[in-house]
Nanobody
Framework: QVQLVESGGGLVQAGGSLRLSCAVS????????MGWFRQAPGKEREFVAAFRWNGGSTNYAASVQGRFTISRDTTKTTIYLQMLSLKPEDTAVYYC????????????WGQGTQVTVSS
């Protein structure tokens, strides 16, 4: 099992930036692949970014490609989502998620952090 706690959300002007953090705890961190999702008001939850595998390459939604970057610290205890050139369309609750490597579904989720981009 893993526990995920997001932080770093807030209110930002269009064109600005935010860096979200996801604190990861648990005894088997290296067995999980991490990702970011978001849910805007009135919309379904959507994929944002993820590691293809633990310590591997990354994958991004087309809507954030070139603007967002997923990364981790050297201790592998924190996952980040660096968001640049933010747009009002990026406004959403952002969730950190984890899946067991070798499985298709993300099974563990954080509580979410609100990102609001004003125009």
């Amino acid at each position: 099992q893993v526990q995920l706690v997001e932080s770093g959300g807030g209110l930002v002007q269009a064109g600005g930036s935010l860096r979200l953090s996801c604190a990861v705890s648990g005894r088997t961190f290296n067995l999980y692949a991490m990702g970011w999702f978001r849910q805007a008001p009135g919309k379904e939850r959507e994929f944002v970014a993820a590691f293809r595998w633990n310590g591997g390459s990354t994958n991004y939604a087309a809507s954030v490609q070139g603007r967002f970057t997923i990364s981790r610290d050297t201790t592998k205890t924190t996952i980040y989502l660096q968001m640049l050139s933010l747009k009002p369309e990026d406004t959403a609750v952002y969730y950190c998620a984890a899946r067991v490597i070798g499985r298709n579904d993300y099974e563990y989720w954080g509580q979410g952090t609100q990102v609001t981009v004003s125009s």
